[in-house]
């Protein structure tokens, strides 16, 4: 009987924008091309992730659990310039470590891979507590593994002789990475079988369904973690196969796509402008989004974004910084003047904002005078568009064990200790933050302050992503209502979006879902209207519109709503 592989996709981040496991369902299929039987659990979907576990071991028992590990931490470092400590930032490994825990009780042999886990792997490896773990894109890797467990190794013997590859040992886990060449991987071939759940949640939660694009960054940002563990030279996806999963994902609903790449324009945008042409080409309606830097940036990648219906105005770019001499010193992917070019691009188009991202503090050449002149830097950017700068900014750094950053403050731990916040834990894998100057929230307060008077949206990186538990927690019911509702299942999707409700009266897509189950599966059009009611309270502009129609329509004749999706 082939060896069976459960791979899980341990993300506890399950917000209200689904990410749908792709990086596990890539290993798992790469797994499967290697002759073993492999299966995706995503026990986060479920409201209790050990209990999800321990069924799944149970119905189906594997011979290897694969943990894909998405994110160490949402990597927020302060959302606003009070709050209850020195950090906001939520460490995402203390759920994930009873999973590993349970496994290993089990006598099964675990693996550690993914994003997340290779921000830092010997500090993670060991704090999950896992016999090994793997490093970087591993497609080609997980099928040489896939080969020997299906030829009956055992995973310490079929793990390959690889630097990808770490396995649990008693010595102590380095401080950080030392520099590291990523041998040449090669892509799983085909369209990535994907779970049906994640669609649904991302054709329901207007979240994007990703697509890879390309693996590598040929840029060294000092607080990034991507090039040393993607690789320092950018492997573009074959266009066919990208464009063909898309196509498939087209055929099953989804419109929204995120083209997973470090940059979309990284090591320039040729690929990405012929993959979007391809796809413009054969009229495959989709919307794609990706992140990009600003350099370079020309007419024909905004043409070809623009030809798929995205504004360039939406768009955001990753500046890193804005003082010329820190982003020449790898505080961001580009220098100043390839920022304004890329603003006298858009002045030259007609766009009227330009989007983009700062994170300031997360140099050790930073200063109050450098702040000072990003800060100045950005009225300037903000003065030269119609409508300004909409700039997201973020205070201070984390110290990932594989970034330049976290390289330097092990190199410098006396030089760096004044600027560090946090836990200083072996691997830097619990939240550590460098900022300069000042505390992070200091350094909020300075920057907000100084920012202040801009025309363009001006915000903190990601101040709207879910922070509290108890907010996890009600996007899983909604989440859970969503899969229940779509099996045919109205009685424990209207249970779901009650549960949801009782904790937040006012969540939009729960009234929402809970209005369609009402008007489309109870038969209950008062109970609809209540709750459409409710809703429209919430809402203002286009959606606002959209609910006044849906209740007149409610209010004059039928209990059948017809729902957009
Ligand atoms: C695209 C992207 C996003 C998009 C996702 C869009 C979407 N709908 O999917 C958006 C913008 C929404 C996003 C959000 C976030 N992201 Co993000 N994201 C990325 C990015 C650029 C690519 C991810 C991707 O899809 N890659 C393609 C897939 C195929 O690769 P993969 O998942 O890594 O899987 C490969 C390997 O990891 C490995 N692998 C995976 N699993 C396993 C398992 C085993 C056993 C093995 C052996 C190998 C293995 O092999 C796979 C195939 O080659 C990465 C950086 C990067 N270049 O990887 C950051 C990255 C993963 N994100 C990161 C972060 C922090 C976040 C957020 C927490 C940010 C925030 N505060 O909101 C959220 C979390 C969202 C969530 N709910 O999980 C960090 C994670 C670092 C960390 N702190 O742990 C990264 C590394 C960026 C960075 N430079 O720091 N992200
Ligand atoms: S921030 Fe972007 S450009 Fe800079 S190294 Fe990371 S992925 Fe590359």
Redesign the pocket.
Known sequence: MPPRILVVYANPAVTASPVPPYGAERIAQAFRMAGCEARVLSPWLELDALGALRSALAAWPPDLVAFSVRNLDDALVVRSADGPGDLDTTFYLPAIRPLVALARNRGLPTLLGGAGYSAAPAGTLAWLGADAGVEGAADDLAWRLGRALAQGLPLAEALPDDPRVLRRKSAPVPAAGGARSVPPYRQAPGPTPRDGAWITLARHRAGRVPVALSAG?????A?????AFVGGAVRPRSTDEVVAEIALLRGAGVRRIWLAA??LN?PDARHAVTVLRALADRRIDVEVSG?L?PAPVDDALLDALQALGTDPATLSY?F?HLDDTLLRAGA??ANRRSIDRLVELYQRRGHRVLGGSVLLGAHPLETEASVDRAVAAAHELDSALPEGLGLAWAAGGRVYANAPLGRWVAANLEAARPHLVGRLTSGFVAPLVYCRPGTPRELFRRVEAGLKGCRGPMQALNAETVLRPDALRVERWVNRAILAKEAGAPGPAVAACRAALRREPRHREALKQLGLLQANSLGDARGALGTFRRLRAELAGAEALEIDRVISQLSASSTVLPTRR
């Open positions: 960054c040929d840029r060294r940002c607080f990034c973690v991507e090039g470090s940059e990284v992140f830097q990753e890193g961001g992917p």
